[in-house]
């Protein structure tokens, strides 16, 4: 497979900030580019929506995870969970393959 080399401008700090955040989710400007266009070509649209969670939002979400403990939500069991994943992909399978249209 050949490759094309790509040049693109951007601003100095913008990217050592991003090169900073992808290195935390172990990954490269690169790669991160790459696996970008290759999303915008499966899907038609431009996405891609990676993020790492900061200490504010995890507290954030234990705090809405214990209100919801107090007002009497539990959660599901795990046969629940498997079960509706189970629906899903009954769903899925059941549709045709777009691929052969």
Do not use: C, W
Request: aromatic content about 2%.
């Amino acid at each position: 497979m050949q490759s094309v080399n790509m040049s693109i401008r951007t601003d100095p700090e913008l990217k050592a900030k991003a090169e900073e955040i992808l290195s935390q989710l172990g990954m490269t400007m690169n790669g991160t580019i790459n696996m970008f266009l290759q999303q915008i070509v499966r899907d038609r649209a431009v996405p891609l929506s990676l993020s790492l969670s900061t200490p504010e939002s995890l507290y954030a979400d234990l705090l809405r995870a214990r209100q919801e403990r107090e007002q009497g939500y539990h959660g599901r069991s795990g046969h629940e969970v498997l079960a509706e994943l189970d629906r899903i992909i009954d769903v899925i399978e059941a549709e045709p393959d777009e691929k052969a249209i």
